[in-house]
């Protein structure tokens, strides 16, 4: 295994598991601030109490205030989780878009920028991204949240169609879920830890807590809420070329993410007003409906073919497709690829044998004739008639002999 690879799996798989405690956390945090059951027998602090039953006893759990002065001896924070979860989603971001020559970050056919360039504008964009977030919601936001967040969004959609423009497809959503995650980390470190530390300090000094903190908290926390579940998919969304490499990939990141947030809407607000039973059900409506909408977005989008391939008038022999992944493919995806940033077969993926061409037809197809997003970067320089060729073998059966009526018999 290559150092490269070694620290991609390290950082990848704490980062999952980071992950899924942070978000896993606030998702439990959320729910039961959403299900707490006031009641009038409650201490004037309390803010509401709830049971639940869970590996093998009942916890019984209130949330509330405390007297002043009162505080206990140990407390627990929930900070760390998020904390990992951003230290290692950078480790990772950095062993895989900013080294390996930054191959995954540069795409020359979407903008043909130097390495070194394309790094320092993507880890500016992470420092600028807070500063522009932050201050618009301390100068503007707190007064007038409504201008604040539509700013945002703007200012939010506007990037991801930078980013589509300056990186490669998979790089621009990396770099937007790199950013969402360092505003929610910033949020949790520079706003939410902050305003609890307040909360402890008053509590202590039996004084009222700032009330500035504690709003600024509320809403960055709301914020992070949104947030999540577009966060997640594009978590994932490397796995679909189909939104990754597509000339629209931008609108269809856009989509995804209204979709993703409003999934989330709709479960924020499941218990509010009205019956729980009848609650209940009616939010998993349009929660559905956002999902759909997110999916519909990204069918309908990916569908708008792109151009590039020009399709072959007669029948295509095995022996000129390998000759077109000798020359377009092999020189990443063989046992001994002689590319100069991928020292092994990228995705394990080899076209050494027939067999093995044979068996990868269908990914072929779809990588290199559909999506086109393979050779990667076009770095080999296939040709729009030879992706048509490579086409035209797949829908004819994609069979190892020659085609036609001179073809033995098998
Ligand atoms: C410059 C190196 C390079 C060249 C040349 C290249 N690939 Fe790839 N290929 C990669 C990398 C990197 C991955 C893994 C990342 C990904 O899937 O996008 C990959 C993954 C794949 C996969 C596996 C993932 C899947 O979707 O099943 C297929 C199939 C594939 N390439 C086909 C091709 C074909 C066909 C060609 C030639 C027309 C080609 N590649 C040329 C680098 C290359």
């Given at each position: 295994?290559?150092?490269?690879?070694?620290?991609?799996?390290?950082f990848?798989?704490?980062?999952?598991?980071?992950?899924?405690?942070?978000?896993?956390?606030?998702?439990?945090?959320?729910?039961?601030?959403r299900?707490?059951?006031?009641?009038?027998?409650?201490?004037?602090?309390?803010q509401?109490?709830?049971?639940?039953?869970?590996?093998?006893?009942?916890?019984?759990?209130?949330?509330?205030?405390?007297?002043?002065?009162?505080m206990?001896?140990?407390?627990?924070?929930?900070?760390?989780?998020?904390?990992?979860?951003?230290?290692t989603?950078?480790?990772?971001?950095?062993?895989?878009?900013?080294?390996?020559?930054?191959?995954?970050?540069v795409?020359?056919?979407?903008?043909?920028?130097?390495?070194?360039?394309?790094?320092?504008?993507?880890?500016?964009?992470?420092?600028?991204?807070?500063?522009?977030?932050?201050?618009?919601?301390?100068?503007?936001?707190?007064?007038?949240?409504?201008?604040?967040?539509?700013?945002?969004?703007?200012?939010?959609?506007?990037s991801?169609?930078?980013?589509?423009?300056?990186?490669?497809?998979?790089?621009?959503?990396?770099?937007?879920?790199?950013?969402?995650?360092?505003?929610?980390?910033?949020?949790?470190w520079?706003?939410?830890v902050?305003?609890?530390?307040e909360?402890?300090?008053?509590?202590?000094?039996?004084?009222?807590?700032d009330?500035?903190?504690?709003?600024?908290?509320?809403?960055r926390?709301?914020h992070?809420?949104?947030?999540?579940?577009?966060?997640?998919?594009?978590?994932?969304?490397?796995?679909?070329?189909?939104?990754?490499?597509?000339?629209?990939?931008?609108?269809i990141?856009?989509?995804?993410?209204i979709?993703?947030?409003?999934?989330?809407?709709?479960?924020?607000?499941?218990?509010?007003?009205?019956?729980?039973?009848?609650?209940?059900?009616?939010?998993?409506?349009?929660?559905?409906?956002?999902?759909?909408f997110a999916?519909?977005?990204?069918?309908?989008?990916?569908?708008?073919?792109?151009?590039?391939?020009?399709?072959?008038?007669?029948?295509?022999?095995?022996?000129?497709?390998?000759?077109?992944?000798?020359?377009?493919?092999?020189?990443?995806?063989?046992?001994?690829?002689?590319?100069?940033?991928?020292?092994?077969?990228p995705?394990?993926?080899?076209?050494?044998?027939?067999?093995?061409?044979?068996?990868?037809?269908?990914?072929?197809?779809?990588?290199?004739?559909?999506?086109?997003?393979?050779?990667?970067?076009?770095?080999?320089?296939?040709?729009?008639?030879?992706?048509?060729?490579?086409?035209?073998?797949?829908?004819?059966?994609?069979?190892?002999d020659?085609?036609?009526p001179?073809?033995?018999?098998?």
């Amino acid at each position: 295994m290559h150092l490269n690879e070694l620290f991609d799996v390290i950082f990848r798989w704490a980062h999952l598991i980071a992950g899924i405690m942070w978000v896993g956390n606030s998702m439990l945090f959320n729910w039961l601030d959403r299900n707490l059951e006031k009641s009038a027998e409650l201490s004037r602090l309390s803010q509401g109490k709830i049971f639940m039953v869970h590996s093998g006893a009942f916890y019984d759990v209130e949330k509330k205030l405390l007297e002043p002065g009162e505080m206990p001896a140990m407390m627990h924070w929930f900070k760390w989780q998020n904390f990992s979860t951003w230290a290692t989603g950078i480790c990772l971001f950095v062993v895989v878009y900013y080294l390996n020559g930054a191959g995954f970050l540069v795409d020359p056919s979407v903008h043909d920028i130097d390495k070194t360039v394309a790094v320092t504008l993507s880890i500016s964009a992470l420092f600028v991204g807070w500063l522009i977030y932050d201050g618009l919601w301390r100068i503007v936001g707190e007064n007038n949240p409504r201008v604040a967040t539509v700013v945002s969004i703007v200012l939010l959609f506007a990037s991801i169609f930078a980013f589509s423009q300056l990186f490669s497809g998979r790089a621009a959503y990396m770099q937007t879920g790199v950013l969402i995650g360092t505003l929610m980390t910033g949020n949790v470190w520079m706003c939410i830890v902050p305003s609890q530390h307040e909360l402890i300090n008053a509590t202590k000094a039996k004084r009222e807590q700032d009330p500035r903190l504690s709003i600024r908290a509320k809403q960055r926390s709301i914020h992070n809420n949104y947030l999540t579940f577009p966060l997640l998919f594009i978590m994932v969304s490397n796995h679909f070329g189909s939104a990754t490499s597509h000339p629209l990939n931008w609108l269809i990141l856009i989509l995804v993410m209204i979709g993703g947030a409003g999934i989330r809407h709709f479960m924020n607000i499941r218990y509010r007003g009205g019956g729980r039973e009848l609650a209940k059900a009616a939010w998993l409506l349009p929660a559905f409906g956002m999902g759909a909408f997110a999916i519909a977005g990204l069918m309908v989008v990916s569908r708008i073919v792109p151009k590039g391939v020009v399709d072959s008038t007669g029948p295509v022999a095995f022996s000129r497709v390998q000759e077109i992944v000798a020359t377009r493919c092999i020189t990443c995806h063989s046992a001994q690829p002689s590319d100069d940033v991928f020292r092994s077969p990228p995705a394990g993926v080899l076209f050494d044998t027939p067999a093995q061409i044979k068996v990868m037809a269908a990914r072929i197809h779809l990588r290199a004739v559909e999506q086109q997003n393979m050779p990667f970067n076009n770095k080999t320089q296939i040709t729009p008639e030879e992706r048509g060729e490579l086409g035209r073998w797949y829908r004819d059966g994609a069979k190892l002999d020659a085609p036609g009526p001179a073809s033995a018999p098998r």
